[in-house]
């Protein structure tokens, strides 16, 4: 992603937020995982939305006065041992050609500059009154991100300062995709393509659920994927029944489904998709019919979607087609009974993550990437389908853009026969 994207992000966030304020953000850090091993650093997603920068313990400063604006990145100085023993961070100039911020200071300097700020000086003639700081919010008791903890010192140091809340902002800047965005994703989504592809031709009973998964995890690091969207479901049989199994530890039978759900991720932007296809290339007659029941749904729903549809139009939409097809095959006798079998939303946002931050209250607009994600799941047949394709939001509909990643039944089997 070219530095221009970082710039513009930064400019439409500072168009939001009240003059004569600072906003923070901090792209995470690594934490110990055992003995002297760490976890995978993940960095903050609205950080790197407005930063393009993926390194742990760098700070971003922007600063909203009437008539100019302040941006400036803090970083940490390379240590030379350390740079021997793991590898150099981001130099000044580095982090400048990414970020496209002119002004990129060492971390040591923030302490100075936030007091600076703060108080009388001959740097800034009149201090900030409010602070913008991410404080995304989660239903989970555990949870202590660096964000509320400096605002909870930060509000003992100067309690007359405003502390309000920078996350909804960005969010609501997330949720409408850039031709740029849309590029990257559609390239995790094709990279996905060839993964579930040879899935298809590897397929066979005897394999184990994670052996399958394997040409997968190969696949995506061999054309450049370093990292998977998420943690991939390989579901065969009952399985695929239970919405996010993720033992993947089973082993395949003959006249089995097998549901996958998984992507892959090109910087940051991921592809989120389920296929479900038989384990030795052939539909057995019930699975066919359940399977072309969740398909006609996922396609009708994909043209059922538009601007101005809430989510809740679109997911009483699924539920209503969903109610229908189980009625058919013979498994209930109204929507009463729909949750037995259809326990989840038919879609959510796409983006930097793969439930990518939004607000479900408003209509769908032009720019926004969804998911379109049916699916039945009959555990007293063993039998769990699931179909789901990434979808854009245009001016004139929903624009599928994973339908070259094939789901039509004969088109599966076909391939399937072929690579046998």
């Not at 489904?257 to 290339?281: E, H, K, M, N, Q």
Request: with cysteine; aromatic share 12%; glycine share 6%.
């Amino acid at each position: 992603m070219n530095k221009s994207f970082f710039t513009q992000n930064r400019l439409n966030y500072l168009n939001q937020v009240n003059n004569n304020s600072l906003s923070l953000f901090f792209s995470g850090l690594v934490y110990p995982k055992s003995a002297d091993e760490d976890y995978g650093f993940e960095v903050n997603k609205n950080f790197y939305y407005l930063t393009g920068i993926n390194q742990a313990n760098v700070i971003l400063t922007l600063v909203k006065r009437e008539n100019k604006e302040k941006i400036t990145l803090f970083i940490e100085k390379n240590d030379p041992i350390l740079v021997k023993w793991v590898g150099a961070k981001l130099e000044i100039d580095e982090a400048k050609e990414i970020s496209g911020i002119d002004d990129v200071r060492y971390l040591e300097d923030f302490d100075g500059f936030l007091f600076n700020l703060f108080n009388a000086t001959r740097v800034y003639e009149i201090k900030p009154d409010s602070l913008y700081l991410d404080l995304e919010r989660r239903r989970d008791p555990y949870l202590i991100n660096k964000e509320t903890l400096f605002s909870q010192n930060f509000k003992k140091d100067y309690p007359e300062i405003a502390i309000r809340n920078s996350h909804e902002i960005v969010i609501s800047l997330r949720m409408i995709k850039t031709a740029e965005e849309i590029s990257l994703i559609k390239e995790s989504i094709n990279t996905t393509k060839g993964g579930i592809e040879t899935l298809m031709r590897e397929a066979r009973p005897g394999l184990y659920e994670y052996q399958l998964e394997s040409y997968f995890d190969q696949y995506i690091k061999y054309h450049g994927q370093k990292t998977h969207a998420f943690k991939t479901i390989a579901a065969s049989g009952k399985n695929a029944t239970i919405l996010h199994y993720v033992d993947n530890n089973e082993r395949m039978k003959a006249g089995e489904l097998i549901l996958f759900d998984l992507g892959a991720r090109t910087d940051f932007y991921v592809s989120d998709i389920s296929r479900t296809i038989p384990v030795d290339g052939k539909f057995m007659p019930r699975a066919r019919l359940v399977y072309q029941e969740v398909l006609d749904v996922n396609k009708k729903c994909i043209e059922f979607l538009k601007p101005g549809i809430t989510w809740q139009d679109y997911n009483d939409y699924a539920k209503e087609l969903l109610t229908s097809a189980l009625i058919r095959l013979g498994l209930i006798k109204d929507k009463t009974e729909l949750q037995k079998y259809y326990y989840h939303n038919v879609g959510h946002f796409l983006g930097l993550d793969t439930h990518d931050p939004g607000s479900y209250e408003l209509v769908l607009k032009p720019g926004m990437a969804l998911t379109v994600e049916p699916g039945l799941y009959i555990e007293e047949e063993g039998i769990g389908v699931r179909i789901e394709d990434d979808v854009l939001i245009t001016e004139n509909g929903a624009l599928n853009l994973s339908s070259d990643i094939i789901k039509e039944i004969d088109d599966i089997e076909k391939f399937m026969a072929a690579s046998k």
